[in-house]
């Protein structure tokens, strides 16, 4: 079965920034497009990133567009998320995922 497990989560002052790291297993990592998404405090899921099967193609949402970066590693079947430039309203859990299978998130704090 598909397991994701994000890391790399933490308190950060706004400006900072965070890597965020996530190891997939139980299906072809290589083969599969993946995405980021995140859970902000009482608000509903939201798509951040994904990227194609070889990290030729990405594409983000507005809000982190020039911001954050998404990439693979598909030899040690791992995703990442450079984010830089946090503000507070990036404050929220992180998710990475594969087809319909959301993995346990990371929370990230953007506060001063």
């Known amino acids: 079965d598909v397991q994701l497990q994000a890391s790399g989560g933490g308190l950060v002052q706004p400006g900072g920034s965070l890597r965020l790291s996530c190891v997939a297993s139980g299906f072809e990592f290589s083969t599969t497009p993946m995405r980021w998404l995140r859970q902000a405090p009482g608000k509903e899921l939201e798509w951040v990133s994904s990227i194609d099967t070889v990290g030729g193609s990405s594409s983000y949402s507005e809000s982190v567009k020039g911001r954050f970066i998404i990439s693979r590693d598909n030899t040690k079947d791992m995703l990442y998320l450079q984010m830089n430039s946090l503000k507070p309203e990036d404050t929220a859990t992180y998710y990475c995922?594969?087809?319909?299978?959301r993995g346990q998130g990371t929370l990230v704090t953007v506060s001063s």
């Open positions: 995922a594969a087809r319909a299978a």
